[in-house]
């Protein structure tokens, strides 16, 4: 399958650095330099206010990797990856790939610069595609053509959603977007989720960070329970060890404990439908 990139190729007036995207200031977090100006001071803000941002946006990669080769590895070869963020290698299928070479995955984001690197970064290797796409729409994704095209929904198909579904607040519908999303998706797809959360942090930065994004990004922001936080797997079947911290979910390595641990402000899951 050839690859393929959607919506490439953006005048500088379809492309607004004067607004911090959430998906640029990820990026800075991780210590990436593609990101403006708007979203560093954004990013700055954030970090100031709840500095453990830093390393849970780090634990959430390694969460990511790790969830991707257990899906994989019990059989999954189609993948969609909504919230993609700025490239950071080794990306979705880079990792797949470790652990099966014919995995395809569409990748989907909101910001017309991710899809600037995507032909780059993403899609080069072939099956892969890039949508640039809203998750607030959530048919719009699924129906998409280079989805279509990649993605066989009578077989089982892993959906990712890390780090994105803060950004959809309860009044804006996540949890029917979820919905929306994982009912079209056959017995036997996972879902993989991760999400921030206040559970952890006793502070007031919490607050703070959502001033930032709600008053300056593109996007709203609503961290959740761990109880909140679960609802979204409504279908599916948490594996074990379940709805855990993200260093917690089967880790391959030192796992933080006590205090160490509370720095690390997300949860991460995997359920099979």
């Known amino acids: 399958m050839e690859k393929h990139v959607s919506e490439a190729g953006f005048s500088p007036e379809q492309i607004d650095t004067t607004r911090p995207h959430p998906a640029r200031m990820y990026d800075y977090y991780l210590g990436g330099k593609d990101n403006y100006e708007a979203d560093r001071d ?16 780090r634990s959430n990669r390694d969460f990511m990797h790790r969830a991707v080769r257990t899906v994989v590895g019990s059989g999954i070869r189609q993948i ?29 984001d909101n910001d017309p610069i991710v899809s600037t690197y995507a032909g780059a970064k993403l ?39 890390l780090a994105v579904l803060h950004f959809v607040t309860d009044a804006e519908g996540a949890a ?20 921030a959360t206040a559970d952890f942090d006793d502070s007031d930065g919490f607050g703070k960070v959502e001033k ?10 609503q961290w959740r ?14 594996l074990e060890p379940g709805l855990v911290q993200l260093p917690l979910w089967r880790p391959d390595g030192p ?19």
Request: proline content about 6%; glycine content about 8%; hydrophobic content about 40%.
């Open 225 to 238: 329970t761990g109880e909140e936080i679960s609802v979204f797997f409504e279908g599916f079947e948490l």
């Open 42 to 57: 954004a990013a700055e803000r954030v970090l100031t206010a709840l500095p453990d941002l830093a390393i849970t946006a």
């Open 80 to 108: 969609i990856d909504i919230g993609t963020g700025i490239p950071t290698s080794p990306n979705t299928h880079e990792v797949a790939r470790e652990v099966h070479p014919d995995v395809r995955v569409a990748y989907v």
């Open 255 to 273: 796992v933080p404990s006590g205090e160490a641990l509370r720095h690390h402000l997300g949860y991460g899951g995997v359920g099979v439908k």
């Open 176 to 195: 029917d977007i979820v919905r929306t999303l994982t009912e079209r998706l056959p017995a036997g797809s996972h879902l993989i989720l991760s999400h």
């Open 123 to 161: 899609t080069n290797s072939g099956n892969a595609g890039f949508v640039l796409a809203d998750l607030h729409d959530p048919a719009g994704i699924l129906d998409h053509p280079v989805t279509k095209e990649l993605i066989d929904f009578d077989e089982p198909v892993a959906l990712m959603l």
């Open 212 to 221: 930032v994004y709600n008053e300056e990004s593109t996007s709203n922001a």
